[in-house]
């Protein structure tokens, strides 16, 4: 009823950059939270980037100054502007939403497939 799409992975060189999109399609009443995590090869999980829908944004503090998150409440998207890429943020990026599809439903967790990042020369 709800799926959570993204677009914008890719091969860029170091230095470069690029912008993902994640949007949420569907039953979509309203999101709260919306984030970005990523995962390396061996290594866990962790959050990029995170927007609570109000005046609050968390930076990892390895993106700090680098990353920029950003949503249109109007179409259910989030995005997440990356520069001055480096080989270390190579990844799978997720995107995370907290969707409530009702009114007076309670906010649920979405994820996205996975969009894969790869920075090299």
């Known amino acids: 009823q709800v799926q959570v799409v993204e677009s914008g992975g890719g091969l860029v060189q170091p230095g470069g950059s690029l912008r993902l999109s994640c949007a949420a399609s569907?039953?979509?009443?309203?999101?709260?939270?919306m984030a970005w995590y990523r995962q390396a090869p061996g290594k866990e999980r962790e959050l990029v980037a995170l927007?609570?829908?109000?005046?609050?944004?968390t930076y990892a503090d390895s993106v700090k100054g680098r990353f920029t998150i950003s949503r249109d409440n109007t179409k259910n998207t989030v995005y997440l502007q990356m520069n001055s890429l480096k080989p270390e943020d190579t990844a799978v990026y997720y995107c995370?939403?907290?969707?409530?599809?009702?009114?007076?439903?309670?906010?649920?967790?979405?994820w996205g497939q996975g969009t894969q990042v790869t920075v090299s020369s």
């Open positions: 569907g039953r979509v009443f309203s999101i709260s939270i």
């Open positions: 995370y939403e907290a969707i409530k599809s009702f009114r007076y439903d309670s906010f649920n967790n979405y």
């Open positions: 927007s609570n829908g109000g005046s609050m944004e």
